[in-house]
């Protein structure tokens, strides 16, 4: 067979699971590549992960096109043969990083995340790094909430002794924090953390990330912190967390929920808080020109 991949949402971060279908067909010695709207193919399979990504409107040449992902079907998944199967890294051209879940579901049910009602509302165990990691040097760990999952102990020990630097993208939650758990994941080998204060009337993650602020052994530029707005938060509220966050020995980033429908002011409050060379050279938003970076 002739197959060719489409990733809708472009190539800055690999899609893991065209990596697998492609890892798949060629097992099974099947001719892969990015689909060419030139170009014949018995099957061409498009993936899209965010909803507000514009379609890929060419016309392919195939009589089968599958069509998958949160942006076009959250139902869909792949079928357990291909879900299981070790990446083709190479599609992407992807050295010595290693990316894959090792946990799936989320019991948090916050309302602006499909996590819960795309993988469930219990974390569990769905892989061991070994099903995607042969030995590269880092780790991209895409898992919604590990921290959750009663297997998180001998999950973390797998990345620990792996030796390979890891990034938790999606984020530790913080809510979830022990002596223990700190414990397991200082074992491990890490360059950055990222943790998340969504929920603006939640005044417990920052009283536990205060507590660990010291444990990591990271300066504060290394430990990021997700800060949603644009979703149930005031500005005031935004600008509270971020200066509080920043107070604890955190680093907040700025995430805006429907940036194109937010306020000016939350997009310059974005700008201004993610951009550092702007946020260190000047601490208060009340004196950000967003025509200059920062008040003469």
């Known amino acids: 067979m002739k197959v060719g991949l489409v990733d809708v949402d472009g190539h800055n971060f690999p899609n893991l699971a065209l990596m697998k279908i492609s890892a798949w067909h060629k097992a099974d010695g099947d001719v892969v590549e990015w689909a060419n709207s030139l170009e014949y193919y018995d099957v061409v399979y498009m993936a899209k992960v965010f909803t507000f990504t514009p379609d890929d409107l060419q016309a392919y040449q195939t009589d089968t096109l599958i069509q998958g992902g949160t942006g076009y079907n959250i139902a869909l998944t792949l079928p357990e043969h291909i879900e299981h199967v070790y990446p083709d890294y190479e599609l992407y051209g992807v050295e010595d990083t290693a990316y894959g879940y090792l946990t799936r579901g989320c019991p948090r049910q916050c309302p602006f995340c499909i996590v819960a009602q795309k993988e469930g509302v219990q974390s569990v165990k769905v892989a061991n790094l070994i099903e995607f990691w042969q030995g590269q040097k880092k780790i991209k760990l895409l898992d919604p909430n590990i921290l959750a999952c009663s297997n998180w102990q001998e999950l973390l020990k797998q990345i620990a002794d792996?030796?390979?630097?890891?990034?938790?993208?999606?984020g530790l939650d913080a809510r979830l924090l022990t002596n223990e758990k700190v414990e397991a994941i200082q074992a491990c080998k890490y360059k950055i953390l990222h943790f998340a204060w969504d929920n603006a009337n939640d005044d417990f993650t920052p009283k536990v990330?205060?507590?660990?602020?010291?444990?990591w052994?990271?300066?504060?530029?290394?430990?990021?912190?997700?800060?949603?707005?644009?979703?149930?938060s005031?500005?005031?509220?935004d600008l509270y967390r971020i200066y509080?966050?920043?107070e604890i020995g955190y680093d907040p980033f700025v995430m805006i929920y429907d940036k194109y429908n937010a306020p000016v002011k939350t997009?310059?409050?974005?700008?201004?808080?993610?951009?550092k060379i702007i946020f260190n050279s000047e601490p208060d938003f009340a004196?950000?020109?967003?025509?200059?970076?920062?008040?003469?």
């Open 287 to 296: 004196n950000y020109n967003p025509k200059r970076g920062v008040r003469p």
């Open 209 to 215: 990330l205060a507590k660990y602020a010291g444990k």
């Open 267 to 275: 997009r310059h409050l974005q700008r201004w808080c993610n951009n």
């Open 234 to 237: 005031t500005h005031a509220q």
């Open 244 to 246: 509080k966050l920043r």
């Open 217 to 232: 052994g990271l300066r504060q530029d290394k430990l990021k912190v997700y800060v949603l707005t644009n979703y149930n």
């Open 162 to 170: 792996s030796g390979a630097e890891v990034d938790f993208t999606q």
